[in-house]
């Protein structure tokens, strides 16, 4: 597993109502068209940050995307393929509480 990387998107009540389907299902496409093979795609039940979803949390690179929209999948897959962070979709969520969710993943809680 050394070297793998995972992004994981809710899938609970308030992400879905907003598009975290299409979203996995758009991103899951465009790694597939780019030929990436080192990441994989998980849903996650609840990041506990519903009021800014849909979330997206890459792990282990502790990247938090809020309110992601459609058009912003590009941009996603660009950072995943070692372009640059999307700065307009981070530091969206409280950072006590983000650092709350990326220690439960580093701990292998997810
Ligand atoms: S429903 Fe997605 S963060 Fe809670």
């Known amino acids: ?5 995972y992004l994981l ?3 609970n009540i308030d992400c879905r109502g907003r598009g975290s389907d299409e979203l996995m299902a758009a ?3 465009g790694l597939d068209e ?4 080192d990441i994989e795609v998980k849903e996650y039940m609840c ?3 519903c009021h800014e979803a849909p979330n997206i949390v890459l792990h282990p690179s502790r990247h938090w995307y809020a309110a992601v929209k459609p ?7 660009d950072h995943l393929c070692g372009g640059p962070a999307v700065e307009r979709l ?5 950072p006590t509480h983000r650092e ?6 580093d701990a292998g809680l997810f």
């Open 1 to 5: 597993m050394e070297g793998r990387r």
């Open 9 to 11: 998107v809710c899938r």
């Open 27 to 29: 991103i899951k496409k």
């Open 34 to 37: 780019r030929g990436v093979e």
């Open 47 to 49: 990041f506990g940050a």
């Open 71 to 77: 058009g912003d999948v590009k941009a996603i897959l």
């Open 90 to 94: 981070m530091n969206k969520i409280d």
């Open 100 to 105: 709350f969710i990326f220690q439960l993943l």
